[in-house]
């Protein structure tokens, strides 16, 4: 079965500062990887996806990912972080089947200025 | 394209009675998804379809939730005999068939006292 570890429940950033989020995952086969972004009483909105290809992908709002099969990894990264990336990042899996997703528990951004 | 639309947004009953809830995918996709988050976990998936047909369903979905998208169109989603248990946001999802690109609806809270 999938699975998608996220190890941070929470990170603090300075605003302006750089940000990496970590995401392992489990799976069987190629993966298929997402990262998803959610404001307080929101949905989730996709950011970036990794299906083949290229294992650096690029994301809406200036982020990208990176996709470590060797280390099951796929991190998230910003250059510099601005305020209103505070929200919770998710990280998924597509599994084998049906195309649903198996998400992580969420990593919460806070920004401080 | 107006995206996902789910309705309520919010919604509190009390114990045993019975919920619906709507999602209205955007136009042309053809697979639609319910996914259930509580609080500090990620989402998880519940059910989907393909058009009309409801392809998987996960244990997750008892015997008191139903599913339906009569027309392949919008969704519903009805508890029956509600629990405090079932207090959570339930998303909606849509995508295109087989582009593993999901695209989230604000959600439904729902509230059981």
């Known amino acids: 079965a999938q699975s998608v570890t996220q190890p941070d429940i929470h990170i603090t950033v300075s605003e302006g500062a750089s940000l990496e989020l970590r995401c392992n995952y489990s799976y069987g086969a190629t993966p298929y990887l997402f990262w998803y972004v959610q404001s307080p009483g929101q949905g989730l909105q996709l950011l970036l996806k990794?299906?083949?290809?290229?294992?650096l992908v690029q994301g809406i709002k200036g982020f990208e990912a990176e996709f470590k099969r060797s280390q099951s990894s796929f991190n998230l990264r910003k250059p510099s972080v601005h305020w209103s990336d505070a929200a919770e990042y998710f990280c998924a899996v597509g599994a084998e089947y049906g195309n649903k997703l198996v998400f992580g528990a969420g990593t919460i951004l806070r920004v401080k200025s | 394209d107006t995206g996902v639309s789910q309705n309520p947004r919010h919604k509190i009953t009390k114990r045993g009675q019975n919920v619906t809830f709507r999602c209205d995918p955007i136009s042309e996709h053809n697979r639609l998804y319910w996914y259930r988050q509580t609080l500090g976990q990620g989402p998880e998936f519940l059910t989907y379809f393909q058009n009309e047909a409801q392809l998987e369903k996960s244990r997750l979905l008892s015997d008191r939730f139903s599913a339906e998208r009569p027309k392949g169109s919008f969704s519903t989603l009805e508890i029956q005999r509600t629990e405090q248990g079932d207090s959570a946001m339930y998303l909606c999802?849509?995508?295109?068939?087989?582009?593993?690109?999901?695209?989230f609806g604000p959600g439904t809270r729902l509230t059981v006292t």
């Open positions: 990794y299906f083949s290809g290229d294992t």
């Open positions: 999802a849509s995508s295109l068939d087989s582009t593993y690109e999901q695209y």
